[in-house]
C-alpha cells in the first residue's frame, strides 16, 4: 500500500523543507504557506523514500524528510513512472501529476549539503484539484478514471 511518510514546508525556494504533522493543501494553489505553492503546474512536490534509499546507498548518511525540498515523501508508489495526467489520491485531496522530474539549479543548498540530487530525476510535481489536509500514514490512491 502506497502512504505519506511525511509532509514537508519551507518559506524559500531551494532550501532544506521542514517536516510538519499536517499540511492544508489548497485547490489550485498548493500547500499552504509553502514557497513554492501558487498558480502554476507545479504547486506541490513528491519523492519517493525507494529514491532517496539509492543516495542512501551512495553512502550519503542522515537524509531525513524534507531535505530534497520535496513537500509529500512517500513510500509504496514508483512517482517517477507514473505518467504525466495521472490522478492521485492523496489524503483528502485530489492531485494530478503535472512534470517528471526537473532541470536542477546549480549551487542549491541541497546539492551542497548532499551531494547529489535525486529530485531532478525522480520526483514528480502534481497541481491540487480537490484541497485537504495530508498527513503522515495517509493513503495514496491512483483513481482510475471511466
Given at each position: 500500500m502506497a502512504?505519506v511518510?511525511?509532509?514537508?514546508?519551507s518559506?524559500?525556494k531551494?532550501?532544506i523543507?521542514?517536516p510538519?504533522?499536517?499540511?492544508v493543501?489548497?485547490?489550485?494553489h498548493?500547500?499552504q504557506?509553502?514557497a513554492?505553492a501558487?498558480?502554476?503546474?507545479?504547486?506541490v512536490?513528491?519523492?519517493?523514500q525507494?529514491?532517496?534509499d539509492?543516495?542512501?546507498?551512495?553512502?550519503?548518511e542522515?537524509l531525513?524528510?524534507?531535505i530534497?525540498?520535496e513537500?509529500?515523501?512517500?513510500?509504496?508508489?514508483v512517482?517517477?513512472?507514473?505518467?504525466?495526467?495521472?490522478?492521485?489520491?492523496?489524503?483528502?485531496?485530489?492531485q494530478?501529476v503535472?512534470?517528471i522530474?526537473k532541470?536542477?539549479?546549480?549551487?542549491?543548498?541541497?546539492?551542497?549539503?548532499?551531494?547529489?540530487?535525486?529530485?531532478?530525476?525522480?520526483?514528480?510535481?502534481?497541481?491540487?484539484l480537490?484541497?485537504?489536509?495530508?498527513?503522515?500514514?495517509?493513503?495514496i490512491?491512483?483513481?482510475?478514471?471511466?
Amino acid at each position: 500500500m502506497a502512504k505519506v511518510l511525511a509532509v514537508n514546508i519551507s518559506r524559500e525556494k531551494g532550501v532544506i523543507k521542514t517536516p510538519v504533522n499536517e499540511g492544508v493543501f489548497l485547490e489550485n494553489h498548493g500547500l499552504q504557506d509553502d514557497a513554492h505553492a501558487g498558480d502554476w503546474h507545479r504547486q506541490v512536490s513528491l519523492l519517493g523514500q525507494e529514491s532517496v534509499d539509492k543516495i542512501k546507498a551512495l553512502g550519503i548518511e542522515n537524509l531525513e524528510a524534507g531535505i530534497f525540498a520535496e513537500n509529500i515523501l512517500t513510500e509504496g508508489i514508483v512517482l517517477y513512472e507514473l505518467p504525466i495526467g495521472t490522478k492521485l489520491q492523496v489524503g483528502e485531496t485530489l492531485q494530478e501529476v503535472t512534470q517528471i522530474g526537473k532541470k536542477c539549479h546549480h549551487g542549491c543548498e541541497i546539492f551542497k549539503k548532499v551531494g547529489d540530487c535525486v529530485m531532478p530525476r525522480e520526483g514528480i510535481f502534481t497541481r491540487v484539484l480537490k484541497g485537504g489536509t495530508i498527513r503522515e500514514g495517509d493513503s495514496i490512491k491512483i483513481v482510475l478514471e471511466r
